[in-house]
Each structure stands twice: as structure tokens, then as C-alpha cells.
């Protein structure tokens, strides 16, 4: 199990890297420190999931996920976003309008954020081949309807 880590703080990462141990064997947490540099950490490292922290606030949160999910080559690399349990409904909603997979909070029990790697685990071995044919079969549905409605 690979893990790419950014902005959760040394503590965050810690009690990340405590958990992941104890969960999971042959875990690995890489820890990506420049925003510049975490796609070519994600390309470098082909992690599971990659886990996001809201330490420098959601814009930075927006920013690096809209950047993983839009790059040209990027691995289809499943995002958790860690953030604190006081964040707001609009924060959330926008994180996963910028390409966020799920949400945890920072005060995770370990069972909860080892259901949550294993999901995006699994949405990462899904493969993007899944993700289109079920868009695809979303809009032919959607368009269905659409005929049935008029």
C-alpha cells in the first residue's frame, strides 16, 4: 500500500503513519513538500491513494486537486482529504468539485480511515475504463428521460 502525503502537518502525519503501520503490511507513506512537485511525486511514487490535509486552507486543498485530476499523464490516483471536524459544508462541496474522492476527519478512528484507504484503493484498481462506461451510461439514461419527460 502506497500512500502520497501532502499539507497535513508533522502531528497529522505522525498519527497518519502510526495508523497506516498498524493497519496494513508493507505500508508506505511518501510525503510530497512542494506543490510544484506533487504530481511529479504522484507520477514518481504510483501511490493507492493520496492523502490531503487543509493545514494551508481549502484554496491550496482546491488547487492541488484540481491539478492531479486535470494533468495530462497523471496517474488516476484516488484523493482523501484529512480536515479538521469544524470544516464547513462549503468547503467539502468544493473539494470534491475539484476532484476530492472523500473526507475524513483529522481525529479519524483507525477503522475509519482504514475503510476509507481500501475504498480509494479499490477506485484506483477500478480504473478509469469504469469511471467512463458509467458516465457514458449515466448520459444515455439522462437522455432517456429526457425523451420520456417530453
Same mark, same amino acid.
Given at each position: 500500500?502506497?500512500?502520497? +502525503? ?8 505522525? &498519527?497518519?503513519?502510526? /495508523? ?10 511518501? #510525503?510530497? $513538500? &512542494?506543490? %510544484?512537485?506533487?504530481?511529479? %511525486?504522484?507520477?514518481? !511514487?504510483?501511490?493507492? +491513494? @493520496?492523502?490531503?490535509? +487543509? ?25 482523501? *482529504? ?6 464547513? =459544508? ?13 473526507? #475524513? /476527519? !483529522?481525529?479519524?478512528?483507525?477503522? $475509519?480511515? *482504514?475503510?476509507?484507504?481500501? =475504498? ?13 462506461? !458509467? ?6 439514461? @439522462?437522455? +432517456?428521460? $429526457?425523451? $420520456?419527460?417530453?
Amino acid at each position: 500500500m502506497k500512500i502520497l +502525503v501532502r499539507d497535513l502537518g508533522s502531528a497529522g502525519v505522525d &498519527r497518519l503513519q502510526r /495508523s497506516v503501520d498498524a493497519a496494513f503490511q508493507d505500508a508506505h507513506l511518501f #510525503l510530497s $513538500e &512542494r506543490d %510544484d512537485n506533487i504530481l511529479e %511525486d504522484a507520477r514518481a !511514487t504510483d501511490p493507492d +491513494v @493520496i492523502v490531503l490535509g +487543509v493545514a494551508r486552507g481549502w484554496d491550496a486543498c482546491h488547487s492541488i486537486c484540481r491539478r492531479l485530476k486535470a494533468a495530462d499523464g497523471a496517474p488516476d490516483v484516488p484523493v482523501l *482529504v484529512l480536515a479538521s471536524p469544524e470544516c464547513n =459544508t462549503e468547503g467539502r462541496l468544493a473539494a470534491l468539485d475539484a476532484g476530492a474522492d472523500g473526507f #475524513l /476527519s !483529522t481525529q479519524f478512528d483507525i477503522p $475509519e480511515l *482504514v475503510a476509507q484507504i481500501r =475504498t480509494m484503493a479499490k477506485l484506483k484498481g477500478a480504473g478509469r475504463s469504469q469511471a467512463v462506461h !458509467t458516465d457514458a451510461v449515466l448520459v444515455d439514461r @439522462i437522455r +432517456v428521460l $429526457e425523451i $420520456e419527460l417530453a
